[in-house]
């Protein structure tokens, strides 16, 4: 059997003690003089040079800050005259007051887009463009909004002018020829303020321009309710009731009563005397796109008004004690099965009255829409309260909360109408 021999690497290859000797200088070894170092050229220095340019920058913006410094305190260019032009509703002094330009403000730091951001908070001005002109002039140019109404806050408000977007512009010292809007609100609007709408602002407008044409007598005024009913009044004092007005549908259906109204008239001329009292439907071919309806317009006195008002108020009393009475008195008596869907039904049916009350003050009553909304409300309501007592899960509460809160809305509403 062969043994393998182990390799030791302790003292193989050169020894380490005479190669360092080998290394060493021995005494009568002659040495080796170095070899001789080669010159390279040196590369020549431009440090002078380079410091003449640095220098003549700094002169160079020295100067430029000193010019500017100069053209800044230079009373030659400081603003002295200030044009502006396209004023009717604004004075010069206003204009230039807004703008902040003083006659120590210099013509090289006038800022066109931050004055022109300061021209606009005045509520008169719709565009503004400022130009400044050496050496001491600055040149303003203003559109100004016209006005296309004029607005008031109850019967005794003071009068606003409107532009077409419907922002108060300023306080109005007389109508004019411009339309009379009259709103329900109780608080003076603030400039600025938008008391209506674009959309609803332009109808009036159009109707204010139309109206005399159709009905033969100017508009006097516009009246919006607090249920947002739109009343217009002629100038001798016929009443002409359009119902609400909330809506872009709405609004947009004020042209086909309009329509609707000159057919009434062309129909029945009698409808111009302010002494008659006359209830006109639109016809088929009139009738609103956003309901799919016809919509009674009615016309009479403004005398007459009053007196409805407490007619109908008058019979609902009237009405309620009565069926108080009744049910009272009478000796029909309801099972206790049958107690909570009866209670629910006639939940329902206030609902149905408060709504008809309100649409009837609003001008825009119809029978057949109350009765079907009597009939169909009270047997949902008492269908919904049987269906869940049969699943075990009481749905007349979902019936209780939705006509509740109907009915304190619709109260609401009638409360406001007549205070």
């Known amino acids: 059997m062969q043994t393998r021999r182990r390799h030791s ?45 640095r220098l003549l920058a700094l002169t160079l913006a020295a100067a430029e800050v000193a010019g500017a410094g100069w053209a800044l305190r230079n009373e030659a260019l400081t603003v002295r005259q200030v044009t502006v032009t396209g004023v009717n509703h604004l004075s ?36 503004a463009s400022v130009q400044p002109l050496l ?29 077409d977007q419907g922002e108060v512009l ?26 209506l709408e674009p959309r609803l602002l332009s109808a009036l407008v159009r109707m204010q321009t139309a109206f005399p044409a159709v009905y033969g007598q100017p ?30 549908e709405e609004y947009a259906s004020l042209s086909s009563k309009l329509s609707a109204l000159n057919s009434i008239v062309t129909a029945d001329p009698e409808v111009r005397n302010p002494g008659r009292e006359v209830q006109g439907r639109p016809s088929a071919g009139h009738s609103d796109s956003g309901r799919g309806r016809a919509q009674a317009l009615a016309v009479r006195r403004r005398s007459d008004a009053a007196g ?31 107690a909570r869907y009866t209670a629910v039904a006639l939940l329902a049916a206030l609902d149905s009255i408060f709504g ?32 869940g007592d049969k699943i075990g899960v009481d749905l007349s509460i979902a019936a209780i909360v939705a006509f509740g809160v109907r009915i304190f809305n619709n109260a609401a509403s009638i409360r406001r109408h007549y205070l």
């Open 9 to 53: 690497f302790v003292g193989a290859g050169r020894d380490a003690s005479r190669t360092a000797s080998a290394r060493r200088p021995q005494p009568g070894d002659e040495l080796e003089p170095p070899p001789p170092r080669v010159s390279r050229p040196r590369r020549p220095r431009r440090r002078i040079e380079g410091l003449w340019w």
């Open 92 to 127: 010069q002094q206003q204009i230039v007051k807004a703008t902040g330009l003083t006659p120590r403000t210099s013509v090289l730091t006038v800022d066109g887009d931050s004055i022109r951001r300061d021209l606009a908070r005045l509520a008169w001005v719709r565009t």
């Open 135 to 163: 050496p001491d002039r600055v040149a303003i140019s203003i559109v100004e909004w016209q006005p296309v109404a004029v607005y008031r806050s109850g019967a005794a408000g003071q009068l606003f002018y409107l532009n």
């Open 170 to 195: 300023a306080p109005a010292a007389a109508a004019g020829p411009l339309p009379v809007i009259q709103g329900a609100g109780a608080t003076q609007p603030k400039v600025g303020s938008n008391p």
């Open 219 to 248: 508009v006097a005024n516009f009246q919006l309710d607090c249920v947002g009913s739109l009343t217009l009044t002629t100038a001798r004092g016929v009443t002409v009731y359009f119902g609400r007005v909330l809506t872009p």
């Open 308 to 338: 409805d008002s407490v007619q109908v108020i008058v019979i609902a009393v009237v009405c309620a004690a009565i069926g108080l009475l009744l049910g009272l008195l009478s000796p029909v008596t309801i099972p206790i099965g049958y």
């Open 356 to 387: 008809a009350f309100k649409a009837y003050i609003a001008g825009t009553y119809e029978p057949r829409v109350f009765l079907t909304g009597l009939v169909t409300n009270m047997a949902l309501a008492g269908g919904l309260t049987f269906v």
